[in-house]
């Protein structure tokens, strides 16, 4: 379709025989028309070009149409399956989506574009994880009632809202158990960025099935990176130089398992065969050119959980009732892949 300015609803009723109002129905999703006059009211909009002013409708609706979602670093291949879970989820809807994206976590940026886009810029905002110093953020939020607003990957306490959550602390868990079934017991554990409440959580599922197993956690056994992935290659250098170093390596995120891998292959150590190394996310794409084995992963649903934050937040935006908030957890599973084997003895 060729989107033509000078298009008017009132051509677009004429055109189709019906009256404006009835245009008007089908451009706002309203199923009050019948399904053979939609259907000639939306060829009609295809061939004369005709697109919505959405500036007026939400002069006149106060309403915007459109869905804000704001991540960290929307740049990062981490969010490759959940930002096409947002798109494809909002292609089936009538609501469009803006995308902002915060470089490093920084807080004075997420609080600009949380004003911004709650001051009438859209309907609902989506934000994708939180940092433990997020205060501000958290504290402005706490205070907007008049829009609605979802948050994926974070449970904050102290903020109720709608929450789409991942099991993190039992993915975490799920990981040693494996590495423990596939005979390992000198299990060492690379941090993430010691910012994220993730981190803590997949930090704590480690410690707890370790200590539930009855096996010792060393803390040179633990790890800690910086807000940088990439220190897990400095990380795995210290675990290997160990006097006796792990057989197998859990790893907060993808992203660092990554750098794991490569700092043992260039120390002429085997994957898996001398080390075994495990992430989570399981990752569609690896940053920085990866080429290494496929890595084993605690993966979740990231790309379902993008198609279900649009279509709950379309589902309360639309009913004329109000709703109970949204709270539901994920659960993870094992991906075995290529960077673990059995220990023998």
């Known amino acids: 379709m060729r989107v033509n300015k000078g298009v008017s609803i009132v051509d677009v009723a004429k055109e189709a025989n019906v009256s404006p109002a009835t245009v008007s129905r089908v451009v706002n999703g309203i199923n009050k028309v019948k399904p053979e006059v939609k259907e000639r009211i939306l060829e009609t909009i295809d061939t004369l070009g005709y697109t919505?002013?959405?500036?007026?409708?939400?002069?006149?609706?106060?309403?915007?149409?459109?869905?804000?979602?704001?991540?960290?670093?929307?740049h990062d291949p981490f969010f490759h399956d959940l930002i096409r879970g947002f798109e494809i989820g909002a292609q089936?809807?009538?609501?469009?989506?803006?995308?902002?994206?915060?470089?490093?976590?920084?807080?004075?940026?997420k609080e600009m574009y949380i004003r911004l886009l709650t001051n009438g810029f859209v309907d609902a905002v989506i934000l994708y994880g939180s940092y433990l110093n997020d205060t501000r953020v958290i504290e402005?939020?706490?205070?907007?009632?008049?829009?609605?607003?979802?948050?994926?990957?974070?449970?904050?306490?102290?903020?109720?809202?709608?929450?789409?959550?991942?099991?993190?602390?039992?993915?975490?868990?799920?990981?040693?158990?494996?590495?423990?079934?596939k005979g390992h017991k000198r299990i060492a554990h690379i941090c993430g960025?010691?910012?994220?409440?993730?981190?803590?959580?997949?930090?704590?599922?480690?410690?707890?099935?370790?200590?539930?197993?009855?096996?010792?956690?060393?803390?040179?056994?633990?790890?800690?990176?910086?807000?940088?992935?990439?220190?897990?290659?400095d990380c795995m250098k210290v675990l290997l130089g160990l006097a006796e170093p792990p057989t197998a390596v859990f790893c907060s995120d993808?992203?660092?398992?990554?750098?794991?891998?490569?700092?043992?292959?260039?120390?002429?150590?085997?994957?898996?065969?001398?080390?075994?190394?495990?992430?989570?996310?399981?990752?569609?794409?690896?940053?920085?050119?990866?080429?290494?084995?496929?890595?084993?992963?605690?993966?979740?649903?990231?790309?379902?959980?993008?198609?279900?934050?649009?279509?709950?937040?379309?589902?309360?935006?639309?009913?004329?009732?109000?709703?109970?908030?949204?709270?539901k957890t994920y659960e993870t599973e094992i991906f075995e892949k290529e960077t673990v084997m059995f220990m023998e003895g």
């Open 254 to 327: 993808d992203a660092i398992a990554s750098y794991a891998v490569r700092a043992a292959l260039e120390q002429g150590v085997r994957i898996p065969e001398d080390v075994s190394i495990m992430g989570f996310d399981n990752q569609t794409i690896l940053p920085d050119s990866y080429k290494g084995p496929d890595i084993s992963s605690v993966g979740q649903p990231l790309y379902q959980i993008g198609m279900d934050s649009i279509k709950l937040i379309c589902e309360r935006l639309n009913s004329k009732e109000p709703q109970a908030l949204i709270r």
């Open 92 to 109: 089936n809807t009538n609501y469009a989506v803006m995308f902002c994206s915060v470089q490093g976590g920084d807080v004075k940026s």
């Open 193 to 233: 960025n010691p910012n994220k409440k993730v981190t803590q959580e997949r930090l704590n599922g480690y410690i707890d099935t370790m200590n539930k197993n009855k096996l010792a956690v060393r803390s040179q056994y633990i790890q800690c990176t910086s807000t940088d992935y990439k220190s897990g290659y």
């Open 52 to 74: 919505p002013n959405h500036a007026a409708r939400s002069l006149v609706k106060k309403e915007t149409g459109c869905i804000g979602i704001i991540v960290n670093n929307l």
């Open 140 to 181: 402005y939020l706490k205070e907007t009632k008049h829009i609605e607003y979802l948050m994926i990957e974070n449970d904050m306490e102290e903020l109720e809202c709608n929450k789409l959550l991942i099991d993190n602390y039992g993915g975490a868990g799920k990981a040693v158990e494996y590495l423990l079934s």
